[in-house]
């Protein structure tokens, strides 16, 4: 079956201007989880959604940062005014349930780049 | 905040040779989740560990969970080029509904 997509698979985009970045999660799966990497780093999480609500949103970096999620479905990830300590990929991943005995899926991430 | 650390952080090898990559965390929790992920890849899933004395293993790769110790390992039994790639651990608090990962081991097997 279809797995987790995410797109753009590679944003270029200048200081200062916003950004969306889209997740389709697998069909079905109620919780979805959006991370940020580094290069070279490992995974920094941002926010869980449990079905469309986000319980817990003290892992954005800052106000810049907003996600929002429709019902079980699509999620994005905004980030206004960009800064070039933004750069990095941006990984969603999915699961059949919040945190519990169910592995998550990740999607191939969006690198975001900002000149 | 629930830290977690693996090492060694860059490990190189030869083929046919054992070796266990260590993570240990640093608050109580009985689910561990180890992943892969080879370069400009996203993340696989590998194991997932759901009680203290854990063991799994596929094929070339066992990990098992200490959760009196905080403490998993991810051993690797006679290793193939294939092998290599950068692997990370995972922690989660399931009250908080957040995934802590590691910094990742990233592994080179010589062939």
């Known amino acids: 079956g279809a797995g987790v997509s995410q797109s753009p698979s590679n944003k270029v985009t200048e200081k200062g201007k916003d950004v969306e970045l889209r997740c389709d999660p697998i069909?079905?799966?109620?919780?979805l989880y959006w991370y940020r990497q580094r290069l070279g780093q490992g995974l920094e999480f941002l926010i869980y959604?449990?079905?469309?609500?986000?319980?817990?949103k003290s892992g954005l970096p800052s106000d810049r940062f907003s996600a929002e999620r429709t019902g079980e479905s699509v999620s994005t990830l905004t980030i206004q005014r960009t800064q070039q300590e933004d750069s990095a990929v941006y990984l969603c991943?999915?699961?059949?349930?919040?945190?519990?005995?169910?592995?998550?899926?990740f999607g191939p991430g969006t690198r975001l780049t900002v000149t | 905040e629930l830290k977690v650390e693996q090492n060694p952080l860059f490990l190189s090898m030869q083929e046919g040779k054992n070796y266990t990559i260590y993570c240990n965390y640093s608050?109580?929790?009985?689910?561990l989740y180890w992943y892969r992920q080879d370069p400009g890849k996203s993340l696989e899933s590998l194991f997932v560990?759901?009680?203290?004395?854990a063991v799994k293993q596929e094929g070339r790769l066992m990990a098992s969970l200490d959760t009196k110790a905080r403490l998993s390992t991810l051993h690797i039994t006679a290793a193939v080029h294939d092998l290599s790639a950068t692997y990370f651990c995972?922690?989660?608090?399931?009250?908080?509904?957040?995934?802590?990962f590691g910094s990742g081991t990233k592994l080179n097997v010589k062939p």
């Open positions: 069909s079905g799966h109620t919780a």
């Open positions: 959604f449990q079905g469309n609500s986000a319980p817990d």
């Open positions: 991943a999915s699961s059949l349930t919040r945190g519990g005995a169910y592995e998550q899926y």
């Open positions: 560990l759901l009680s203290n004395g």
């Open positions: 608050t109580t929790s009985d689910r």
């Open positions: 995972a922690v989660d608090l399931y009250n908080f509904n957040k995934f802590y």
